[in-house]
């Protein structure tokens, strides 16, 4: 069965750190690129970070950008995401998930590349209060 | 940055119903578009991808369409089960993934 388990959550106080883990099974996970995404409470959900298969190309959204940190370890079907400097406003539920892609043939041989996510964690909470 | 904007943000209506939501980009995404359901307290679910293509295992009362800046997801005739928060996402811009707001679909 594929899955996708996340930990790591806590309370944890304004400016402190916390590193959340997702754990892959049931599929090649060094083939794949994945994704964290968040949740606020009683909010929509946002994107927060993607890494590539081999962790050659790495994204953040600008709300996160120079406090978490992306990572990977293909050998332990692991991903992981480095959360310093938190805030208030970084309390959700944080999601691992998984980019898929499908091809799609075009005119004079050329192939278009389809990303979503399709395979989803059950997520874990983040609270940063004092 | 690519912004999403769903319409409505919610909406009533009844079991059999045909139920339309519509996707928004601010620029041209081509086909770029995915849509996700979303049930109290659980994780989003992949619906469609690529704007029309259906997710395996998911009903064919499930449709999306659309292309450039404007996207629709129809629930042909809405079931008990189809009462969530639905999600739009381009991955038009795969270094800056984003979601639309979410659409509330409740029972009327």
């Known amino acids: 069965e594929v899955q996708l388990v996340e930990s790591g959550g806590g309370l944890v106080k304004p400016g402190g750190s916390l590193r959340l883990s997702c754990a892959a099974s049931?599929?090649?996970?060094?083939?794949?690129?994945m994704n964290w995404v968040r949740q606020a409470p009683g909010k929509g959900l946002e994107w927060v970070s993607s890494?590539?298969?081999?962790?050659?190309?790495?994204y953040y959204a600008d709300s996160v950008k120079g406090r978490f940190t992306i990572s990977r370890d293909n050998a332990k079907n692991s991903l992981y995401l480095q959360m310093n400097s938190l805030r208030a406003e970084d309390t959700a539920v944080y999601y691992c998930?998984?980019?898929?892609?499908?091809?799609?043939?075009?005119?004079?041989?050329?192939?278009?590349?389809?990303?979503?996510?399709?395979?989803w964690g059950k997520g874990t909470t983040v609270t940063v209060s004092s | 940055d690519i912004q999403m904007t769903q319409s409505p943000s919610s909406l009533s209506a009844s079991v059999g119903d045909r139920v339309t939501i519509t996707c928004r980009a601010s620029?041209?995404?081509?086909?770029?578009l995915n849509w996700y359901q979303q049930k109290p307290g659980k994780a989003p679910k992949l619906l469609i991808y690529a704007a029309s293509s259906l997710q395996s295992g998911v009903p064919s009362r499930f449709s999306g369409s659309g292309s450039g800046t404007d996207f629709t997801l129809t629930i042909s005739s809405l079931q008990p089960e189809d009462f969530a928060t639905y999600y739009c996402?381009?991955?038009?811009?795969?270094?800056?993934?984003?979601f639309g707001q979410g659409t509330k679909l409740e029972i009327k």
């Open positions: 998930a998984r980019d898929q892609r499908a091809a799609r043939p075009a005119a004079e041989g050329v192939i278009y590349y389809y990303y979503y996510m399709d395979v």
């Open positions: 890494i590539s298969s081999s962790s050659s190309y790495i």
């Open positions: 996402q381009q991955s038009y811009s795969t270094s800056m993934y984003t």
């Open positions: 620029q041209s995404i081509s086909s770029y």
């Open positions: 049931g599929f090649t996970f060094s083939s794949y690129s």
